[in-house]
């Protein structure tokens, strides 16, 4: 797991998680930057369409409704698209989610994604994955960077009225990187709130009452990310 993967569980305040793979570490986003471009995606019901970058159609469990999508520029680095689906109540409580993620770093550098540390893979759709899964408890890991890619996705479905009813919480990334160059990438976030379990961070922690389940609930977590979506290359 990298080291910039560890720092993005510490930057939102109910997702905590955040995209890039270890990569160079860049300042933060300055007020001078550019501009990123709208979002280029289109979503369609529960169906979301990328026509490159990577090509793909990506359609979500009837569970899931979309909330919206944004687009900006990452630490000034790279430009990224986020797009969410969310199974949530009538209160937009939310239970699960899906954050789709495109990001590709800016002809300005010569920056490049790196999972080898990340040793799971699998094939959806076609296209090769690189997966793992944490658990957290974002009391814990709580930070300030309101740059980040995690800061912004909390913010946006904030803005659109969704919360979380606990604090704990389990999640599966997937990573598509697009190309030999991996400069670009399909990210991939699955979140349960660990509330519906009966668990908690600390019970799956190494000392934790319920530590020798976490190989079993992780890989049923990835059952389940794979189980609410269907990915098909166009």
């Given amino acids: 797991m990298s080291k910039r993967f560890l720092l993005a569980c510490a930057l939102l305040t109910f997702v905590v998680y955040a995209c890039a793979a270890q990569a160079p570490n860049p300042e933060p986003a300055s007020q ?21 970058r990577p090509a793909v159609r990506i359609e979500f469990d009837k569970a899931f409704e979309y909330a919206g999508a944004q687009s900006f520029i990452l630490y000034d680095v790279a430009h990224a ?29 010569n920056h490049t994604y790196d999972y080898s540390k990340v040793k799971e893979r699998l094939n959806l759709g076609g296209l090769d ?23 912004r996705a ?14 704990d919480f389990a999640w599966r990334r997937l990573v598509h990187l697009t190309d030999e160059t991996r400069r670009d990438e399909l990210l991939i976030i699955y979140l349960e709130d660990l509330s519906r379990s009966g668990l908690t961070a600390a019970d799956l922690a190494p000392q934790g009452r319920a530590a020798a389940r976490w190989p079993e609930l992780s890989n049923q977590l990835l059952q389940r990310a794979t189980k609410g979506m269907k990915i098909s290359r166009l």
């Fill in 154 to 167: 909390r913010a946006f479905l904030e803005g659109k009225g969704y919360r979380f009813t606990g604090n």
């Fill in 81 to 109: 698209e986020q797009h969410f689906f969310v199974d949530a109540d009538r209160e937009k409580r939310v239970r699960r989610l899906y954050w789709v993620q495109f990001e590709g770093y800016l002809p300005t550098n």
């Fill in 32 to 52: 001078g930057g550019q501009a990123a471009a709208p979002p280029s995606r289109k979503v369609q019901g529960r169906t979301l369409v990328s026509a490159e």
């Fill in 129 to 151: 994955f690189v997966t793992d899964a944490v658990f957290a408890n974002i009391a814990q890991v709580r930070a300030a960077r309101p740059d980040s890619d995690g800061a």
